[in-house]
T-cell receptor, first 112, second 116 residues
Framework: QKEVEQDPGPLSVPEGAIVSLNCTYS??????FMWYRQYSRKGPELLMY????GNKEDGRFTAQVDKSSKYISLFIRDSQPSDSATYLC????????????FGQGTILTVHP | DAGVIQSPRHEVTEMGQEVTLRCKPI?????LFWYRQTMMRGLELLIY????????DSGMPEDRFSAKMPNASFSTLKIQPSEPRDSAVYFC??????????????FGPGTRLTVL
C-alpha cells in the first residue's frame, strides 16, 4: 500500500463547477500538506500548502486537512478551463524531513 | 532567475546505451531532488542532495542508476545501461534551506526519456 493514495481520475467538469480533489495517507508523522499543479509537459508548481489540520483559502482555491482521518482535500470554486491540469498532493514531516511524498495526481479537465 | 534548468529536454536512445541527464538548480538553493514520473507510478523521488551531499538514495531503482552533484550549480543522473522500462519523464527540483520544516520545491521542465 502506498503512503499517499490519490484517485488519478480523470475528472471532467463543466466550467463554473466546484471541483473536489482528495488524498488519503497513512503516515501520521506528516505535518505539511501541499498541492502542486502540473500543466501538460511542464514541471509541477506549488499551488498552496497547509500546516497540520485546518483550512486555508486562496482565491478560488481552498485546502482542507483532517489529520484525525488522514484525509486532505482541495476545492476549486468557479472552475475555469485554465484550471485544466494534473493536481498532485504532497506531504512531508517526521523522519521524511526534507523530502516530499507525492500522490499519483488527478487529471482535471474543465470544459467550456 | 531562470529557474531550474534541465538538459536535454528530450532524449531517445537504444537499449543498452548510457544516458546522462543534467540539472542546474536555482542559485542559492541547498537541496536538489531527482524524480521520475510515469503514468503507472506517478512522481517518484529517486535521490536528493543537501549541500552537494547525497542524503537519501533509497528511491534509486537499481545499480544502473547513479547521481552526482560535483558542485552547488550542477548535478547529473546517469543510467547505464538503459532499458525500455526506464522510459519516463525525469524531473530535477531544488529548494532553499528548510525554514520551520517546510520547503517549497521548484521543478525544472523535465527530460522526456525514451529507450527503444
Amino acid at each position: 500500500q502506498k503512503e499517499v493514495e490519490q484517485d488519478p481520475g480523470p475528472l471532467s467538469v463543466p466550467e463554473g463547477a466546484i471541483v473536489s480533489l482528495n488524498c488519503t495517507y497513512s503516515n501520521s508523522a506528516f505535518q505539511y500538506f501541499m498541492w502542486y499543479r502540473q500543466y501538460s509537459r511542464k514541471g509541477p508548481e506549488l499551488l498552496m500548502y497547509t500546516y497540520s489540520s485546518g483550512n486555508k483559502e486562496d482565491g478560488r482555491f481552498t485546502a482542507q486537512v483532517d489529520k484525525s482521518s488522514k484525509y486532505i482535500s482541495l476545492f476549486i470554486r468557479d472552475s475555469q478551463p485554465s484550471d485544466s491540469a494534473t493536481y498532485l498532493c504532497a506531504m512531508t514531516g517526521g523522519t521524511s524531513y526534507g523530502k516530499l511524498t507525492f500522490g499519483q495526481g488527478t487529471i482535471l479537465t474543465v470544459h467550456p | 532567475d531562470a529557474g531550474v534548468i534541465q538538459s536535454p529536454r528530450h532524449e531517445v536512445t537504444e537499449m543498452g546505451q548510457e544516458v546522462t541527464l543534467r540539472c542546474k538548480p536555482i542559485s542559492g538553493h541547498d537541496y536538489l531532488f531527482w524524480y521520475r514520473q510515469t503514468m503507472m507510478r506517478g512522481l517518484e523521488l529517486l535521490i536528493y542532495f543537501n549541500n552537494n551531499v547525497p542524503i537519501d538514495d533509497s528511491g534509486m531503482p537499481e545499480d544502473r542508476f547513479s547521481a552526482k552533484m560535483p558542485n552547488a550549480s550542477f548535478s547529473t543522473l546517469k543510467i547505464q545501461p538503459s532499458e525500455p522500462r526506464d522510459s519516463a519523464v525525469y524531473f530535477c527540483a531544488s529548494s532553499p534551506t528548510l525554514a520551520g520544516g517546510f520547503n517549497e520545491q521548484f521543478f525544472g521542465p523535465g527530460t522526456r526519456l525514451t529507450v527503444l
